[in-house]
Each structure stands twice: as structure tokens, then as C-alpha cells.
């Protein structure tokens, strides 16, 4: 059975930074599209970051203050968040696709983590 479980969520202050982590089981995503998704309360699930055959991806709001980075070795895909801002605010969730190339809608990853909170307080 495959499981995506995220952890490294939590309160901080507007500037600060947090890493949050996705371990994945239950099957190898070496080759498969990596993503990291987040839904504010009220709003659309939005592509954040995202991971396929060594290039990175990321959504026009956090490019230069986010970085993901994937270990296949771990099987862990990791969003290190810096500069953090109020409008970060969300839950996060780590989303895989089963098979293919880097894709930004969540209807297109067949795989999803539990989500964790991140909250940025001003």
C-alpha cells in the first residue's frame, strides 16, 4: 500500500523558515513526478513545487524563497520554505504521480499525503 506522510509543519513569524518533509512507502518514486500542493481555507488546492528526472518546478509565488529537493535513496521529497509570508499560510500536502512527467494539477497525482499546517503570523 502506498503512503505519502508529510511532517515538519508548525507556527512561525513572517521571515522565518521551516522544511517540511514527505516520506514515501509502499513503492520506489525514483522515477516518477513529485509535487507539493497547498490549500489555504477557501481557496483552490494550488501547485507549489515540484520534482521529475533531476529539474525542479515551482509556482510564481514562492520561486527564489522555496526549494525542494528529493532523496531516492530515503524515498523522501523535502519543501525547504524561506522568507516565509503570511500568504504562505496553508496546508501543505505532498502529492506523487504513479507514473510520467511533471505535471501542476492536482487531478493528475494519483498519491496524497495527509497534509500539515504551516502557519505565518505577521
Known amino acids: 500500500q502506498v503512503q505519502l506522510v508529510e511532517s515538519g509543519g508548525g507556527v512561525v513569524q513572517a521571515g522565518d523558515s521551516l522544511r517540511l518533509s514527505c516520506a514515501a512507502s509502499g513503492r520506489s518514486f525514483s522515477r516518477s513526478a513529485l509535487g507539493w500542493f497547498r490549500q489555504a481555507p477557501g481557496t483552490e488546492r494550488e501547485f507549489v513545487a515540484g520534482w521529475s528526472g533531476g529539474t525542479t518546478y515551482y509556482g510564481d509565488s514562492v520561486k527564489g524563497r522555496f526549494t525542494i529537493a528529493k532523496d531516492n535513496t530515503k524515498n523522501t521529497v523535502d519543501l525547504q520554505m524561506n522568507n516565509l509570508r503570511p500568504e504562505d499560510t496553508a496546508v501543505y500536502y505532498c502529492?506523487?504521480?504513479?507514473?510520467?512527467?511533471?505535471?501542476?494539477?492536482?487531478?493528475?497525482?494519483?498519491?496524497w499525503g495527509q497534509g500539515t499546517q504551516v502557519t505565518v503570523s505577521s
Open positions: 502529492a506523487a504521480r504513479q507514473f510520467g512527467s511533471m505535471r501542476f494539477r492536482k487531478s493528475e497525482y494519483e498519491y
